[in-house]
């Protein structure tokens, strides 16, 4: 079964930038047909697609976040990972992987906690 994993600081301060790591086993991140999405949810709101990197290493963002999101992946380790720079609190959230196919994600990691706070 595909297993993913969030991974990387749960305090972040403000200005600086916000990095994540998801480590996917059961399944390699160069299958032809998937991609690999970042996805949050700030507390009392609903879950909000952030971006992904397709199979082939493609990536695509939510305009409202894209000039702050990279996206990136190292497939000798499986894994991709998430950059948001200039963080506010206003991005503390809990932070999520999954994999996605063309109807849904279908596969997705546990959630980290990532707050901003100085």
């Known amino acids: 079964q595909v297993q993913l994993q969030e991974s990387g600081p749960g305090l972040v301060k403000p200005s600086q930038t916000l990095s994540l790591t998801c480590t996917v086993s059961g399944g390699s991140i160069t299958t032809s047909g998937y991609a690999w999405s970042w996805i949050r949810q700030p507390p009392g709101k609903g879950l909000e697609w952030m971006g992904v990197i397709t199979y082939d290493g493609s990536t695509y963002y939510s305009p409202s976040l894209k000039s702050r999101t990279s996206i990136s992946r190292d497939t000798s380790k499986n894994q991709f990972s998430l950059q948001l720079s200039s963080v506010t609190p206003k991005d503390t959230a809990v932070y999520y992987c999954?994999?996605?196919?063309?109807?849904?994600?279908?596969?997705w990691g546990q959630g980290t906690q990532v707050t901003v706070s100085s």
């Open positions: 999954a994999r996605r196919n063309y109807y849904s994600c279908e596969y």
